[in-house]
């Protein structure tokens, strides 16, 4: 049922055999005898990839050479005649020449008038608005003693923000303007617990994921025994900031 076969027969003036294997190659041979009385024996293969292939007894042969092989001497080279001699020579006497002229440097191009004037134009705008961000770009910060701050900056081409809470954990973002004139924001967070995680839009994304997410991605929920060390933490916290303002 796999296509595989096997048949042949033998006896008489003739024989023959044939066999096909899973492979799909087909193998087989006859033999028989001609009308000279002379045995003639064929076998041959046959598959998908090299086709039909035979080996017989009752092919015809190639008639052998008659030249000696001593006898067959390549022909000379075709010679230059003299005005392609003297051609040769000359091209590689100029060449020659050519090589060892010293280069002249190309004089630099010259701007027309009108893109000068453009080129003073962008420097004075670009020197302009790097005055003004400087001047409008706002600034601020606090901290306390606890060790919490926040501060950050806005205006011109870029911005950043940046706070830390009393339970130890950083998070900020900034934003600015690549040299392609897009648009970049960087979020991040950071902690003792699960170290800096940063999502941003100028980071290389696997496929299927979205590069315009800009949110952090969650950290992983905290334990029951974590959740009472830090609820501990925060009451210690206050008590000591009562304290702190009692004294």
Do not use: M, W
């Not at 005005?83 to 440097?105: D, I």
């Not at 950043?160 to 924001?185: F, P, W």
């Not at 590069?211 to 206050?238: D, K, L, M, Q, Y």
Request: overall charge negative.
């Amino acid at each position: 049922e796999l296509g595989q076969y096997s048949y042949g027969y033998s006896g008489g003036p003739s024989a023959k055999q044939e066999t096909r294997t899973l492979d799909g190659v087909t193998r087989g041979g006859y033999s028989y005898i001609d009308a000279n009385g002379i045995v003639q024996t064929v076998n041959y293969i046959a598959d998908d990839v090299n086709g039909f292939r035979v080996a017989a007894t009752n092919l015809p042969v190639a008639p052998a050479s008659v030249v000696p092989a001593a006898s067959l001497v390549a022909p000379l080279p075709v010679q230059d005649t003299p005005e392609v001699a003297a051609a040769k020579v000359a091209h590689l006497a100029a060449v020659s020449a050519a090589v060892s002229a010293p280069v002249e440097p190309a004089a630099p191009v010259q701007d027309t008038p009108e893109v000068a004037q453009a080129k003073a134009e962008h420097l004075a705008a670009v020197e302009e608005a790097k005055v003004a961000s400087v001047v409008a770009t706002p600034v601020y910060h606090a901290q306390d003693e606890l060790g919490q701050y926040s501060y950050g900056y806005s205006g011109g081409p870029s911005a950043k923000q940046e706070t830390r809470t009393l339970d130890g954990v950083t998070r900020g973002g900034y934003s600015y303007i690549d040299a392609n004139g897009i648009v970049q924001t960087v979020n991040y967070v950071a902690d003792d617990v699960n170290g800096f995680r940063v999502a941003a839009t100028n980071l290389p994304v696997s496929a299927g994921v979205s590069s315009s997410s800009g949110v952090v991605v969650a950290s992983v929920p905290e334990t029951p025994e974590v959740a009472a060390a830090t609820a501990a933490h925060f009451a210690a916290h206050a008590e000591a900031k009562a304290r702190l303002h009692q004294a």
